[in-house]
């Protein structure tokens, strides 16, 4: 069994080589099956395979029994799989969304910063006293301050 098959193709291979053989006149019994299905699987399925080898005789067990189990742990890995994908995803969009905030604050001060180096000035940056200048020389056009 290759690292990227799943249980139900491989089960499904092991059967087909079974019917193939019986028509040629040679029956596999669930024993042997059962031993070379488990000595097949691949590393990812070990503690799985011990835990059966341990708890449950093996000469015991059918082939469709072991089967059905290992397709069952399959679908519980592949649920963690997605669910710890879904999360390192997320994370990754939340500091996307917070390295963008930052950067939009650092490009306000420095707009600020820039404009109070070149002599225009900000109304969030003049004291009470100066604001009261700037309305006191503001003269109506029609009027002229009369």
Known sequence: MGAGD???DFSSKLSS???EAIVLGKNYKDKK???KFLRSLPTKFQSHKSAIEVA????DLKFDHVVGMMQAYELQLKKREQTAGKGLALMADQTVEIEDQVNMMVKKYFRM???GQRGGSSSQFKSGAEKKIQK???QCAECEGK
Do not use: F, G, P
């Open 113 to 115: 910063y820039e404009t």
């Open 33 to 35: 099956l059962v031993k």
């Open 6 to 8: 799943s249980i139900d």
């Open 56 to 59: 449950l005789n093996s000469d």
């Open 136 to 138: 006191l020389d503001k």
């Open 17 to 19: 080589i079974r019917q």
